[in-house]
């Protein structure tokens, strides 16, 4: 089965650095996303893992680690326009090819003054 | 070069009633995704089509639900007789032709729907 876990939601201060984990465990493994979606908005692509290690772009790394199923999200001087739901994603290959998304629930990130 | 569009943006329709929801993908993308969006909910994929073809409707309810995506035209998401419980954020999304392996999902505006 597929099954994606991460806390339901967090906060944190202006400047500070916060980090969100994901725990996955899926039939098939093509690659590990991290979305952004603010309240009522289409999700936003903001990383990709599909090696393990870290890769950083900007105020925002990801972490995978394929051996654990475990995956971070790292957001670093964090603003206000940084509450908004965080979304880990899988990438099955599925039917066809496909390489649909599997979902978790989303972290709702709060940022406070 | 225009992203994802999905049409109507809201949806209000009575019980009974049949919703159909648009969607056009990026130029040069013919992989087209319908994931849906209950409140409080994670995005549920529903389907994956290319042009005139369904690859993989493992996510579609049994009953109800159809999906297209001709030659000529948006991908279509359709909902018969529709029921309260299908109040939700209809997500589309496209890939392109030949992914790369980091390649993503574009997601569309989504179109919200509410059954009355």
């Known amino acids: 089965g597929q099954n994606i876990d991460q806390p339901t939601e967090m906060t944190a201060t202006e400047g500070a650095i916060v980090q969100i984990n994901c725990t996955y465990q899926?039939?098939?493994?093509?690659?590990l996303f991290w979305y952004q979606q603010h309240a009522g908005e289409a999700p936003t692509f903001l990383s990709y893992n599909v090696l393990d290690g870290l890769e950083e772009k900007g105020r925002f790394s990801s972490f995978l680690s394929r051996s654990k199923g475990y995956s971070y999200l790292l957001l670093k001087e964090l603003q206000m326009k940084d509450s908004a739901s965080y979304l880990c994603?899988?990438?099955?290959?599925?039917?066809?090819?496909?390489?649909?998304?599997?979902f978790g629930t989303g972290t709702q990130l709060k940022v406070e003054l | 070069n225009a992203g994802v569009m999905q049409n109507p943006r809201h949806l209000v329709r009575r019980r009974g009633q049949e919703a159909r929801l648009r969607c056009s993908p990026m130029?040069?993308?013919?992989?087209v995704y319908w994931y849906r969006q209950l409140p409080e909910e994670g995005l549920k994929f529903m389907v994956y089509?290319?042009?005139?073809?369904?690859?993989?409707e493992s996510g579609m309810p049994k009953e109800r639900f159809s999906a297209e995506f001709p030659k000529e035209g948006p991908s279509i998401l359709r909902i018969q007789q529709v029921v309260r419980g299908d109040s939700a954020a209809y997500f589309c999304a496209s890939s392109p032709d030949l992914p790369l392996q980091g390649e993503t999902q574009y997601f569309g505006p989504g179109t919200r729907l509410l059954v009355l």
């Open positions: 130029k040069g993308h013919s992989h």
């Open positions: 089509l290319q042009k005139e073809n369904i690859i993989d």
């Open positions: 994603a899988v990438r099955d290959p599925g039917v066809g090819g496909g390489n649909k998304l599997t």
């Open positions: 899926t039939s098939g493994f093509n690659g």
